[in-house]
């Protein structure tokens, strides 16, 4: 079972940034990447990166502010957020793609160009706030 603990998460005025944080007990082989929810939203993929080489995958909204990086030596994977806008106001997750669809019954599935599309192993999430 992995075990994933998000940090970094606070509030900021719309434009500033923050940096969050995912420590992994076991690093994935294949994928890892960030899904955020919003009040009353469905849980969406942010970021994701192949923990095998550089190639990352974004969503749309967040395309050009939003960085993911990994330190593979310390099983921790990054999420740089620069030019918040209020509408980055959600819980953010840090997630591992899932050795099969059903590993993980919340898990979710979320179309990248990484071949890797079903994730799960929840962490606890870090709140991200931003204000206009």
């Known amino acids: 079972q992995v075990h994933l603990v998000e940090s970094g998460g606070g509030s900021v005025r719309a434009g500033g940034s923050l940096r969050l944080s995912c420590e992994a007990s076991v690093y994935s082989s294949s994928c890892m990447a960030w899904f955020r929810q919003a009040p009353g939203k469905e849980r969406e993929g942010v970021a994701a990166?192949?923990?095998?080489?550089?190639?990352?995958h974004y969503a749309n909204s967040v395309k050009g502010r939003f960085t993911v990086s990994q330190d593979k030596a310390k099983n921790t994977l990054y999420l740089q957020m620069n030019s918040l806008k209020p509408e980055d106001t959600a819980i953010y997750y840090c997630?591992?793609?899932?050795?099969?669809?059903?590993?993980?019954?919340?898990?979710?599935?979320?179309?990248?160009?990484?071949?890797?599309?079903?994730?799960?192993?929840w962490g606890q999430g870090t709140q991200v706030t931003v204000s206009s």
């Open positions: 997630a591992a793609e899932l050795p099969h669809a059903g590993d993980d019954p919340n898990g979710a599935y979320w179309l990248t160009t990484l071949g890797c599309n079903n994730f799960g192993y």
């Open positions: 990166i192949y923990t095998g080489g550089t190639s990352t």
